[in-house]
């Protein structure tokens, strides 16, 4: 099976940074896809960021600009570099793995990890 453990939310006051990490493990050997999601309470999960494995990325417009996603291959690791955070950013914040084997319809979750941010 594959395992993920996600590090790095916390608590932040509005303009500060964290940094997200999502660490894949178990018996995956090939990795695709790598994403973050968040979801804020009674909001439905959204996709903040998402980095091919080929390292193109894409971004939610709310975040374009402020966030960086990154993934080190030989670590199996994704990471989110969230600045300027707002208000508005706080949310649980999910990564999502397309790997295997066992390849998975949709992906591995992490257990996510809160972020909160203070005005």
């Known amino acids: 099976q594959v395992q993920l453990v996600e590090s790095g939310g916390g608590l932040v006051q509005a303009g500060g940074s964290l940094r997200l990490s999502c660490a894949a493990s178990g018996s995956i050997i090939s990795i695709g896809a790598m994403g973050w999601y968040r979801q804020a309470p009674g909001k439905q999960r959204e996709l903040v960021a998402v980095?091919?494995?080929?390292?193109?990325?894409n971004y939610a417009d709310s975040v374009k600009g402020r966030f960086t996603i990154s993934r080190d291959n030989a670590k199996n690791t994704v990471y989110l570099q969230m600045n300027s955070l707002k208000p508005e950013d706080t949310a649980v914040y999910y990564c999502n793995v397309n790997g295997g084997p066992p390849w998975k319809v949709g992906g591995y979750w992490g257990q996510g990890t809160q972020v909160t941010v203070s005005s």
């Open positions: 980095i091919t494995s080929g390292g193109s990325t």
